[in-house]
Nanobody, 118 residues
């Protein structure tokens, strides 16, 4: 069974940086895309950044030039480097992956809380 395990959430002050990591484990034939989503309090879940199998990266406008997504294809991991953080970045962050493990399915991590506050 495929699982996504996240780490790295926490409390930071505005302007500071934080790094999130996610590792996929289980029987995995290939990973199509890996991504980070977030759900701010009282709002819907939204895409933050995504990297596909061809290394094409997509970012939400609100995080462009501040966040960097990176993927290790050999280790089946994805990270999100968050810089110049703002209070509006406060949310539960979820790792997401489209994985072929006999069939193609979408998987989610359990979520990690990120709070930006002074």
């Amino acid at each position: 069974q495929v699982q996504l395990a996240e780490s790295g959430g926490g409390l930071v002050q505005p302007g500071e940086s934080l790094r999130l990591s996610c590792a996929a484990s289980g029987v995995i034939f290939s990973i199509r895309t890996m991504a980070w989503y977030r759900q701010p309090p009282g709002k819907q879940r939204e895409l933050v950044a995504r990297v596909d199998s061809g290394s094409k990266m997509t970012y939400a406008d609100s995080v462009k030039d501040r966040f960097i997504i990176s993927r290790d294809y050999a280790k089946n991991t994805v990270s999100l480097e968050m810089n110049s953080m703002r209070p509006e970045d406060t949310a539960v962050y979820y790792c997401n992956a489209i994985i072929f493990a006999g069939r193609v399915n979408e998987y989610w991590g359990q979520g990690t809380q990120v709070t930006v506050s002074s």
